[in-house]
């Protein structure tokens, strides 16, 4: 069974003190409503915030910023004393290697520049962008950097990250061994993690503030029969297979990021799916569970987890963090329903974690009930599917001000950004004028010491 505490912890974070997300809509949509009973409600059919710009306003600064975003769509700017961090899903992959490192060698390839513009859109000092091609390495990445991030698109100011990272993933390596049965070695099916090329669908993280370099921590080595009570299928590997088979189907990245005097670690993943692969299911649940494990130092859960440099162990129980990335969907994947319930699911019940409930008007415009969703999964039956994807759950020690995720309703400004697939378009693919079918999803956290100029 899953180890993640059972204790739910789903709340707002604002002006430092806790208020449910029900209340959160109360307030909004009813001032002083705080004062009637409030009944929890579930995040994902909590009724969308309306407004009248003749509603009273809130005192309070994070809780009127927080209105005034989801009433225009545009994320306001991040307050003095606060860290915005953000994840998206870019979509920045190509079908054969180098190719995204040329397109993105010169600034004006339409993807890049719609992809920079979402992110200027949003204004994080730490994102992190999963699902590109890293297969060039830094190159790559300095080269969206320089060419898209820092040069203003669609009217937004271009944004200079000194910092980034960037590393070597699983997605596309071969295992040298028959993972898929098909007779033939070689291949997407017999890669480590999923793609058809070495470095395909990979992560980089861009940040305004310094890294701490020698104590960044990748995972991306660490082998899958090494986690104790794993979910590995019995019969679908052989011994040989499970003796190379690795945990993280990308990588698992711990990143400290040094902002003012404190020091926030991003802990970064882009886990398989469930139809990745034999066992996509099972290894998604243990790639999840392992930021459960990591993050209950000295409980002796983490006594298996290696880092590539050999330092064994996890983190500390008194660091800032944010986990961040494309976790999937959040229900769990037969058949491992039963046995190992959904690790995201759980996740967001853990103590140590909170859930800052992003929501956006445009999910709930494309499909109502569902205005955390972050993904565009396709069409069923005449109905947009969508799901909650893409994660940022900060540290429950952290004030999280304010958060959201980028989905302007069309004819707000950025909405051709967020448009989803026409109809009779194949799931999951972007048109042409949207990047990806993700959303950018963001978070304000409030840090002692951000804005004493201290880096």
């Known amino acids: 069974m899953s180890a993640f505490p059972r204790v739910l912890r789903r709340v707002m974070m604002l002006g430092g003190a806790l208020v ?93 520049l719609q992809v920079a513009e979402t992110v200027q859109r949003a204004a994080p000092d730490v994102v992190l962008l999963t699902d590109m091609d890293v297969d060039a390495g830094e190159d790559v990445a300095q080269s969206f950097r320089t060419n898209y991030l820092a040069v203003g698109t669609g009217g937004q100011s271009g944004i200079d990250y000194p910092y980034m990272y960037v590393s070597e993933v ?11 049965d098909d007779g033939i070695i070689g291949g997407s099916g017999d890669a480590f993690g999923p793609g058809s090329f070495a470095g395909q669908h990979g992560m980089v993280l861009y940040s305004k503030h310094p890294l701490d370099t020698d104590g960044i921590r990748t995972f991306t080595e660490l082998p899958w029969a090494a986690m104790p009570d794993n979910a590995i299928p019995e019969g679908v590997y052989s011994d040989l297979e499970l003796s190379v088979l690795r945990l993280s189907s990308t990588s698992h990245w711990d990143i400290p990021v040094t902002v003012g005097g404190e020091t926030v670690h991003i802990l970064a993943a882009q886990p398989s799916r469930a139809e990745d692969g034999p066992a996509g299911a099972e290894r998604h649940h243990d790639e999840m569970r392992f930021w459960s494990d990591y993050l209950a130092a000295g409980t002796g859960r983490d006594e298996y987890i290696v880092d590539d440099e ?84 900060p540290s429950a020690t952290i004030t999280a001000a304010a958060s959201g995720v980028f989905w302007p309703v069309p004819g707000q400004l950025g909405s051709q950004l967020t448009r989803a697939n026409a109809p009779g378009g194949k799931p999951g693919e972007p048109n042409e004028t949207t990047p990806s079918e993700h959303r950018l999803v963001w978070a304000d956290l409030n840090l002692p010491g951000i804005s004493d100029g201290t880096d």
């Open 170 to 180: 699983n997605n596309g390596v071969d295992t040298g061994a028959d993972l898929d």
């Open 310 to 393: 050999g330092q064994t162990g996890g983190l500390s129980t008194d660091a800032p963090f944010v986990l961040a990335g494309d976790f999937g969907p959040l229900t769990g994947t037969a058949p491992v329903d039963t046995d190992h319930p959904s690790a995201v699911a759980e996740m967001l019940a853990a103590e140590v974690i909170q859930d800052p409930l992003p929501v956006s008007q445009g999910a709930e415009n494309l499909r109502a009930g569902e205005p955390a969703a972050t993904e565009v999964m396709g069409r069923q039956n005449g109905e947009w599917v969508l799901a909650r994807s893409d994660y940022l759950l």
């Open 20 to 112: 449910p997300a029900a209340a959160l809509t109360a307030l909004l949509g009813a001032p002083g409503a705080m004062a009637a009973p409030v009944v929890q409600a579930s995040p994902l059919t909590a009724p969308m915030i309306t407004l009248d710009f003749g509603d009273a306003l809130p005192s309070n600064p994070d809780l009127l910023r927080q209105m005034m975003w989801i009433k225009s769509g545009q994320v306001p700017a991040v307050s003095a004393d606060g860290l915005r961090v953000a994840t998206f899903s870019a979509g920045l992959s190509r079908s054969a290697p180098q190719e995204l490192a040329e397109d993105l060698s010169e600034p004006g390839d339409a993807q890049g």
